[in-house]
């Protein structure tokens, strides 16, 4: 029973370049979930899905960055137009329900990881 | 606006002896309370958690503490061995307004010493 997978594990970009990264959530997760750590922080929301929809973006900065999570394959995280403050560590997680639950069942489980530095 | 602090960046500690790592939290409306720790180049792995109507849950060597009227929690690990070391996390959310995510604080690396 895979986890959440992530690929590529890394990703060196240019200045202005596109970057991809991919997450497969775990077997039978619906929800997805994708943090952004910058050097010295914590995790920081960017956008939770679920397949094809859009729940909440609040964490997501208004331009360049883009999530989707279609009906078949994985959910993409898409920045354009990278710089270098984009340079940082993409975590996704999944979950079978919404997080938080009272009984405590529906944590999230999270990927390794997509480290992305731009040059 | 960081609305979880860990204030202590990083601990060392004595193999066999107790770690505490702390956490405070801003937000009043956080009511479900998690600790994930995380290895080098690896994601976060879900630790433990606490909801508020608790102020302790204790699984095997860890234990957290929740005191709301300060709004601080503490993740205690006893005794601590040198697979222990990692940076810890902290996570609220708040689940009674319907948030969907969580909101961490930027850990704090321990250091186990055998």
């Known amino acids: 029973n895979a986890g959440v997978m992530q690929n590529p594990r890394h990703l060196v970009r240019r200045r202005g370049q596109e970057a991809r990264l991919r997450c497969s959530p775990m077997?039978?997760?619906?929800?997805v979930y994708w943090y952004r750590q910058l050097p010295e922080e914590g995790l920081k929301f960017m956008v939770y899905?679920?397949?094809?929809?859009?729940?909440?973006e609040s964490g997501m900065p208004k331009e360049r960055f883009s999530a989707e999570f279609p009906k078949e394959g994985p959910s993409i995280l898409r920045i354009q137009q990278v710089v270098r403050g984009d340079s940082a560590a993409y975590f996704c997680?999944?979950?079978?329900?919404?997080?938080?639950?009272?009984?405590?069942?529906?944590?999230?489980?999270f990927g390794a990881g997509s480290r992305l530095t731009v040059l | 606006d960081q609305q979880v602090k860990q204030n202590s960046p990083s601990l060392s500690v004595q193999e066999g002896r107790i770690s505490i790592l702390n956490c405070d939290y801003t937000n009043s409306m956080f009511d479900y309370f998690l600790w994930y720790k995380k290895y080098p180049a690896e994601g976060p792995t879900f630790l433990i958690s606490i909801s508020s109507i608790k102020d302790k849950n204790e699984d095997g060597r860890f234990t957290v503490f929740l005191n709301k009227s300060a709004k601080h929690l503490s993740l205690h690990i006893v005794p601590s061995q040198p697979g222990d070391s990692a940076v810890y996390f902290c996570?609220?959310?708040?689940?009674?307004?319907?948030?969907?995510?969580?909101?961490f604080g930027t850990g704090t690396r321990l250091t186990v010493i055998p």
């Open positions: 077997k039978g997760h619906s929800h």
């Open positions: 899905l679920q397949k094809e929809n859009i729940i909440d």
């Open positions: 997680a999944s979950s079978p329900t919404v997080t938080g639950s009272i009984t405590g069942a529906n944590v999230l489980t």
């Open positions: 996570a609220a959310s708040a689940e009674q307004t319907g948030a969907n995510n969580l909101f």
